[in-house]
Each structure stands twice: as C-alpha cells, then as structure tokens.
C-alpha cells in the first residue's frame, strides 16, 4: 500500500512539473519584447536594415554602447499586435557628432500619446503606454532648426521594442 501512495505521489509530482514548465515556458515566451521592424510597417527606412545585420559600437558620455538600429530622421507607421503594450526606447547621439539630439514623437491611432526631446551627451530613454492601439506612428526629428546635417548624420538607437503585457509604464 505505502508503494502504490509512493509511486502516485511521484507521478503526481512529475505531472505538476511538465505542466509548471510548460505553462512557464508559454508565459516567458509571450513575454518576449517584440523588435519594432517585425511589426508591419510603412514608411521612410533609410538606414536601419544595414544596422540590424551588424550592430556598431559608439560613444555616448564618454561610455561605449552597441546600436542596434541607426536612423536619419523619418517617419513611420505599423501595426500593432493588440493588448497590453508598451513601446521602449533608448537612443542618443555619438559624442564624435556635431549634431542636437532628436525628438521623437509618437502616436497611437493617430492621436499623439507622447513627446520628447533627448538631452545630449547621454542615452535617453522613452515608455510610452501603446495598449489597445491598432496603429503606431513614430517620427523622428532633428530638435533644432540649425545644425541638423539632415540626411547625414545618423541617430543611435539601443532598445526599439514593443514590450507586450506591460501597458501603463510605472504603474501596476
């Protein structure tokens, strides 16, 4: 009697470990942050499919960071997957650039939801709340008028990512 408790407490125990790793492995997985170009977009695309084949180390503050996109300035539209959704952004410029920093603007369904300007000589960050939004438009600026080298110099980007689950940045 105590074997056949012994050996149904073990096959219980092996049960409830493949379906905790299995429902875990689904959980991590849809949590994965999602690249903004694996969306469907439209668009300007000037330079970033070169920097998503190969990543480029460049300065920022003094402090070395590998790019994962660089970009002129643009504009462009995708599709969202639906749900909870948050857009990440880091970006910067190069310290070896004579050029002022970006603004990114951002939209959702065509309403704008966020703005922002980065400040130099540091990677700046951006969360914007996307949840329930069909449609994402980002346009990338130079922030002054002057000294813009538009077309020239390119804009390093560090994070570019729709993170699903995760709607209303900083709160819970």
Not at 80 to 87: A, F, T, W
Not at 162 to 171: D, K, L, N, T, Y
Request: proline share 6%; hydrophobic share 35%; with cysteine.
């Amino acid at each position: 009697m105590k074997r056949v408790r012994w050996r149904g407490g073990l096959f219980s125990a092996g049960v409830l470990s493949f379906t905790l790793a299995t429902v875990g492995a689904q959980v991590a997985q849809a949590q994965r942050p999602i690249h903004i170009f694996d969306l469907s977009c439209v668009g300007r695309w000037p330079t970033y499919r070169a920097s998503r084949i190969k990543s480029k180390d460049i300065s920022i503050g003094r402090e070395l960071y590998t790019s994962i996109l660089e970009t002129t300035p643009t504009g462009f539209t995708c599709k969202l997957p639906g749900g909870r959704l948050s857009l990440r952004l880091e970006y910067g410029v190069s310290d070896n650039d004579n050029i002022p920093p970006p603004q990114i603007d951002v939209y959702v369904d065509g309403n704008q939801v966020a703005s922002q300007v980065g400040k130099e000589g540091r990677v700046n960050t951006m969360l914007v709340d996307v949840s329930n939004g069909k449609s994402l438009a980002i346009d990338i600026t130079c922030s002054r008028a002057t000294n813009c080298s538009e077309g020239i110099t390119p804009y390093y980007f560090f994070s570019f990512h729709i993170i699903p689950g995760a709607g209303s940045p900083g709160s819970r």
